[in-house]
C-alpha cells in the first residue's frame, strides 16, 4: 500500500520559516515526480512546487524566491522548505504523486495533509 505522510505543519509568525516533509512508503520513490499543493479555506487547491525524477524543480510565482523544493532519495521523503512566510500562505499542505505516464495534472497518490497556519 502506497502512503504519502506529510509532516512539518504549524503556526508561526510572518517572516518565520517552516520546512515540511513528505515521506513515501510502498512504491519506489525514485520513479515518482513529486508535488506540493495547498488548499486555502474557500479557495482551491493550487499547485505550489514540483520536482520530478530528474531534480528540475518549478513554482508557482506565489512561491518563487521564498520556497524551495527538494528530495532525498535515501529518506524516500520530499521537502518543502518555505521561508519569509506570509499570513496568505496559511493553508492545509498535501504533497502528491505521480507515477510514469501519468498525464501531467493528475496523480496516482495523495497524503492526508498538514496545516500551516501563519499570523500577522
Known amino acids: 500500500q502506497v502512503q504519502l505522510v506529510e509532516s512539518g505543519g504549524g503556526l508561526v509568525q510572518a517572516g518565520e520559516s517552516l520546512t515540511l516533509s513528505c515521506a513515501v512508503s510502498g512504491t519506489s520513490f525514485s520513479i515518482l515526480d513529486m508535488d506540493w499543493h495547498r488548499q486555502a479555506p474557500g479557495k482551491q487547491r493550487e499547485l505550489v512546487a514540483g520536482?520530478?525524477?530528474?531534480?528540475?524543480?518549478n513554482y508557482a510565482d506565489s512561491a518563487k524566491g521564498r520556497f524551495t523544493i527538494s528530495r532525498d532519495p535515501a529518506k524516500n521523503t520530499v521537502y518543502l522548505q518555505m521561508n519569509s512566510l506570509k499570513p496568505e500562505d496559511t493553508a492545509v499542505y498535501y504533497c502528491?504523486?505521480?507515477?510514469?505516464?501519468?498525464?501531467?495534472?493528475?496523480?496516482?497518490?495523495w497524503g492526508q495533509g498538514t496545516q500551516v497556519t501563519v499570523s500577522s
Open positions: 502528491a504523486a505521480r507515477r510514469p505516464y501519468t498525464i501531467l495534472g493528475k496523480y496516482d497518490y
Open positions: 520536482i520530478n525524477t530528474g531534480g528540475y524543480s
